[in-house]
């Protein structure tokens, strides 16, 4: 590996904690301000009602959701309704660190009954557009750039790994 090879997966690893740090911003953001949708079916109500308003779609999912067939099914659907409707869309490979991020409790505690709820389905959350203009959020707009850069390059749907804390 020369130098210059080296430099630039460097440079590639950073701009992606970068990325990471401002999509964890985003949702952070997005959560206070309730313009978050968690969940597959709740997506897709909200894709079909009011594209306009979603700024960014999230696909999130681990290696054992890799072989879900009728999730990838469900995932090529919103991908292409996202491309059809300019919606930038990422792919999140750590579900678990999500949830964190969202709040929401990963692990089932042994104290819970057999009637307690199921987690909630993480696979796929849109942000919606705050009244606010989306264009004063730093942070939205770099990862806006970060996907629009992506396509240039063909990688329709990139991939973030979000950072660990």
Known sequence: MTL???????????????VGDALEEVLSKALSQRTITVGV???????????DNVVLCLLAAD???DRDVALQIHFTLIQAFCCENDIDILRVSNPGRLAE???LETDRSPA?????????????????NPHSSQWKDP???Q???????????DQWVPVINLPER
Request: glycine fraction near 4%.
């Open 41 to 51: 079916y709740e997506a897709a109500k909200l894709l079909n009602v009011d594209p």
């Open 63 to 65: 290696e054992d959701d």
């Open 139 to 141: 942070a939205l707009s």
């Open 4 to 18: 210059e090879e080296f430099s630039a997966g460097e440079q590639k690893t950073e701009r992606m904690d970068t």
């Open 101 to 103: 991020l969202l709040l």
């Open 112 to 128: 819970a009954g057999e009637g307690a709820e199921q987690p909630p389905d993480l696979h796929c959350v849109l942000v919606t």
């Open 143 to 153: 990862l806006i750039c970060f996907c629009r850069e992506s396509r240039y390059m």
